[in-house]
């Protein structure tokens, strides 16, 4: 047996607790790892909190998480380029969750962890940076460009952010006033969220350049408006509202989830380009404050769920 930590029915956190789970088995192309890390992103508390059915099926009682760094302890059939013994990253497979001593990976949704990559860092890779490199390279960023990141403090938008610094753009990054050194860091020119922030992301781009892209990371109204401040004459990418998106003439995120992009992004952090900011970690039976610390949405660049 091992221990995992999900939730036992759709809800709020009260539905979360610590479980026993039999180890479990590869089916083919598939990798059984022995967890090292996890990463924590609010997609984790929306599957929870049942928003998530229709693209997210879970069997009940579900482990929470769907990102993981650890070591391959069996390989099913035809999981080509991987042994037991390997270690590696990816994202879980349909029906499995990563705050878990055990979780299984799609042999595609997988990739071998650089010697020179910590485990923890490696964790934040399938979710949070593999979004932010499929935005910057589905908007197709380039050094014209002035980018506007809505929840730029967070873990996909710290990587946006420097992602798109790299490329040469300017970056906007609204944020809380708690996460404004995060964001400098990060190459952005702050932006203070709540009210007022559409007159300030105008005046902003006054001084950097007007803004030609959109990464929003919140939607609902702050989408809406920040939208209106801009005009439609942008590229527009949202993941946390693609619905409201497409209406404003953008779209959701095509993500691609393969070993070779996974590569990529490992080689960004290894090469300096990218740093995953992990500002949080967690040990696994601590893993609903680490959860709780996302959905609130007071965290500063990413958290994770260290299990060994």
Known sequence: MAIAYGFSEYGGPGTQQVFDLEIPRPGPGQLVVSVHA?????ADWKVRAGTRKDTVPVALPAVLGREVSGVVTAVGENGKGFAVGDAVFGSTATGFGGYAEYTVLNADSAALKPEGLGFAAAATIPVAAGTALDIVEQLEVVDAD??????????????VTQLAHAQ????????SAGKTDLVEANGGIWIESGPGSEERIVAAGERAGKVTVIVDLVG????????????RDVRLISV???????????SGVDRRRTTEVFARVAALIESGVLDPRIEHTFPLGEAGRALALVEDGHARGKVVVTVR
Do not use: E, I, K, Y
């Open 220 to 231: 609902g109204d702050v989408l809406a408006r920040a939208s209106s401040a801009c005009g």
């Open 240 to 250: 946390a509202d693609p619905t409201r998106a497409s209406d404003l003439g953008g």
């Open 168 to 175: 040469g753009a300017a970056v906007l990054g609204v944020a």
């Open 146 to 159: 002035t980018v506007l990141v809505l929840g730029a403090g967070g873990g996909v938008g710290s990587a």
């Open 38 to 42: 996890a990463g924590v992103n609010p």
